[in-house]
């Protein structure tokens, strides 16, 4: 047996292929996706959360902490809850309840850029609860696109990725493992509602057509009206491609 002494998140893991720790919980978001990036992939890992992180891991669309968490952990793996873990398990009592929690990765990985994924589902929990179609009339949104749109046109990148060739690639492994931010409590639709919407004003700034480029995308898979709330993996992965092929990029 290796025992290695050290921060988890600094070190370099060895191979394994079973993971099964009792973890200090402020690190559960930047310890998952290190294990999720790391490679080759492990077979499954057990882990005691928090019960809200653990939640928020198994979340499905509808749940109250269905989240960008959830969504992008689910992506990558099954999560199952495998059992609860009340505080008065141990002595003297902590302040949170706990859960363990079983992760599993997929293989193989889904065919799609995390960077992508990551860029759209960003967006789209900014407000959960807000539609589609109001969150992408955003004036940020809108110019960060219309900027990634104009760079690939220059590029002439969009060609390659509109034949589907998008894939889990090493730089995506990257961004999963420097993904420290702390995903775990994102309360986004808590936060004050300052964002700005396009509208025709803007359109003497000759965005209103890109604008309506991102609409008709919206319209075209029926996600205008539809909440980040109550879509599946597989919604996300279809509006992911409907603005890939149409050249719109969210990285
Ligand atoms: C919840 S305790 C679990 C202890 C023991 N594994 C057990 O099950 O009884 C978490 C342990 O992780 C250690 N720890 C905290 N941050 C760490 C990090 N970044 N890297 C490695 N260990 C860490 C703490 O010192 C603590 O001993």
């Known amino acids: 047996m290796q025992v290695i002494q050290g921060d988890v998140l600094k070190c370099d893991l060895p191979y394994f292929d079973i993971c099964v720790a009792n973890i200090p919980y402020q690190i559960s978001s930047p310890l998952t ?3 999720l990036s790391h490679r080759p992939i492990f077979r499954c890992a057990v882990i005691m959360f928090q019960r809200e992180f653990a ?7 509808g749940d109250t902490l269905y989240c960008r968490l959830s969504v992008n952990v689910q992506l990558l793996s099954r999560v199952s809850h495998l059992l609860k873990v009340g505080r008065n398990n141990f002595r003297p009592p902590p302040k949170v309840d706990s859960s363990v929690v079983r992760i599993e990765p997929r293989k193989p990985l889904p065919p799609v ?7 759209l589902v960003r967006i789209c ?3 959960k609860n807000k539609t589609l179609g109001s969150l992408f009339k955003q004036k940020r949104v809108l110019e960060l696109l219309e900027k990634n749109y104009k760079t690939m046109q220059s590029l002439q990148l969009a060609q390659e990725s509109e034949m589907g060739e998008e894939k889990m690639s090493p730089d995506d492994v990257a961004v999963l493992a420097n993904m420290v931010e702390d995903l775990s409590m994102e309360m986004s639709d808590e936060k004050e509602d300052d964002d700005m919407e396009m509208d025709d004003a803007d359109v003497a700034d000759g965005r209103a057509s890109f604008r309506e480029k991102i609409m008709g995308i919206l319209q075209q898979g029926d996600f205008a009206e539809k909440r980040s709330s109550k879509l599946s ?3 996300f992965l279809y509006l992911l491609s409907l603005f890939n092929k149409a050249g719109i990029h969210f990285s």
């Open 125 to 127: 929990f900014n407000r």
């Open 55 to 61: 939640m928020r891991l198994v979340a499905q669309p």
């Open 113 to 119: 850029s995390f960077k992508e994924w990551d860029g």
């Open 33 to 35: 996706f290190k294990l």
């Open 233 to 235: 993996q597989v919604d």
